[in-house]
């Protein structure tokens, strides 16, 4: 008799038929449903990855949708900016134009006053001796007219004549004597 290996627990045994391949029922049995386990099997691994296919293919849409939108706001973001940036750039430029015509300005100004200075003390230098010469007149001058208000009143008092009314009024002021050695008149 000829002997054949189940093909599913190994066992060598006599096979009834040309075509059996498994020693027992049992072991037919537990083959097919081995093999319907792995079909289902692949049939569920086909479903997922055929899911998971989709859900790739989804999420790229969403990705690229939402990157889409991100770079156009950032786009529009980064264009405000730079518009910004360049208003504020040439206020500040039309603001520095102002200052440096004013500093020139002052610059200028500032030269001409520098200028006049030196003009300006020769001119009081000018005033200060002008001064002095005409306090150092003053003094002469008063010194010639008490010698002569002097001599007047030594005069007047010799020939016994009374100071005249202006002459008197002059004495006055300046607290001088007034009365000769002749009774007024
Ligand atoms: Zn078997």
Redesign the pocket.
């Known amino acids: 008799m000829e002997t054949t290996t189940?093909?599913?627990?190994?066992?060598v045994?006599e096979p009834r038929r040309t075509t059996q391949k498994?020693?027992?029922p049992?072991?037919?049995r537990?083959h097919r449903d081995r093999e319907w386990r792995n079909r289902h099997h692949d049939d569920t691994t086909q479903t997922l990855r055929a899911q998971l296919e989709s859900a790739v293919i989804e999420n790229r849409v969403i990705l690229e949708a939402t990157t889409a939108k991100f770079q156009m706001q950032l786009d529009a973001a980064e264009r405000k900016a730079r518009d910004r940036l360049t208003f504020q750039a040439n206020r500040n430029e039309r603001e520095t134009d102002v200052l440096r015509t004013r500093l020139r300005d002052l610059a200028s100004i500032n030269v001409d006053i520098a200028c006049e200075v030196p003009e300006l003390k020769a001119q009081i230098t000018e005033l200060q001796l002008e001064n002095a010469r005409l306090i150092h007149s003053q003094r002469a001058d008063f010194q010639d007219f008490t010698q002569i208000a002097g001599r007047l009143f030594e005069l007047c008092s010799r020939l016994g004549l009374p100071l005249d009314k202006a002459t008197k009024e002059i004495f006055q002021r300046r607290g001088w004597r007034t009365s000769t050695l002749v009774p007024e008149q």
């Not at 189940?6 to 066992?11: D, I, P, S, W, Y």
Request: net charge positive.
């Open positions: 189940c093909r599913l627990c190994g066992t045994f498994y020693c027992s049992t072991c037919s537990r």
